[in-house]
């Protein structure tokens, strides 16, 4: 089945820095990959993803890259904000279910000090 | 718009009783999914349904059976609790498979 990794597990970063998440896959017939915020005691929302036939994709101060080749994917965050602290989850299709569900990483908690 | 709606939002149940947890959406969605979620684990997904009428085990099914009722209502039984279902439950919808899924805000369910 898909192992979907991500790290590092926890990362702080200054506000106004950039932080950087990278997920990796297992699956290379994977075609979708979403990344999921969830705030403490929250829903986990989606903030953005991508399909496998797109290189880059970016939402004002979010951007997610993918590199198939090296199967990993990464989330960035320009200009942290206090509000951006939370647990960031990325997920993966992979096609042992014909791509019709996700395998979910087990998280990353960022920390954005004031 | 509600979205997906979860109920009940807690609940603690003692070791071999049985429950039904309950979802609705109300963005006519197609697919529906069963998540839980532990400490350190990510969301791992119990059963899915990826349209009306049909209903598949996810990575950790064992313990659990799931009706889709229509489209609107996935539902998700525990016949008979464990210690090791404690956990919070995520309901979720999405327009199809491989589309974003939204998620209920979960029922955090204790069995003791």
């Known amino acids: 089945g898909e192992n979907v990794e991500q790290h590092p597990s926890t990362l702080s970063v200054q506000e106004g820095d950039s932080a950087v998440i990278k997920c990796t896959y297992s699956d290379s017939a994977s075609n979708y990959f979403p990344w999921y915020k969830q705030e403490l005691g929250k829903r986990p929302q989606l903030i953005i993803d991508i399909r496998s036939n797109v290189g880059e994709k970016k939402d004002q101060r979010i951007a997610v890259t993918l590199n198939k080749t090296a199967k990993h994917f990464s989330l960035h965050i320009t200009e942290t904000q206090p509000e951006d602290s939370a647990v960031y989850f990325c997920a993966a299709s992979p096609a042992d279910y014909g791509n019709n569900r996700l395998a979910f990483g087990k998280g990353n908690q960022v920390v954005v000090i004031p | 718009n509600a979205g997906v709606t979860q109920t009940p939002k807690f609940q603690v149940l003692k070791t071999g009783q049985s429950m039904t947890l309950q979802c609705a959406q109300d963005m006519n969605h197609n697919s529906m999914y069963w998540y839980r979620q532990d400490p350190g684990m990510g969301l791992r997904l119990i059963y899915y349904s990826a349209s009306e009428g049909t209903t598949d085990k996810g990575e950790v099914p064992n313990g659990y059976n799931v009706s889709r009722l229509n489209k609107r209502e996935f539902s998700l039984r525990l016949e008979s609790a464990a210690p090791s279902q404690t956990s919070v439950y995520f309901c979720?919808?999405?327009?199809?498979?491989?589309?974003?899924?939204?998620f209920g805000d979960g029922t955090r369910l204790s069995i003791l």
């Open positions: 979720a919808s999405s327009e199809w498979v491989n589309q974003p899924q939204h």
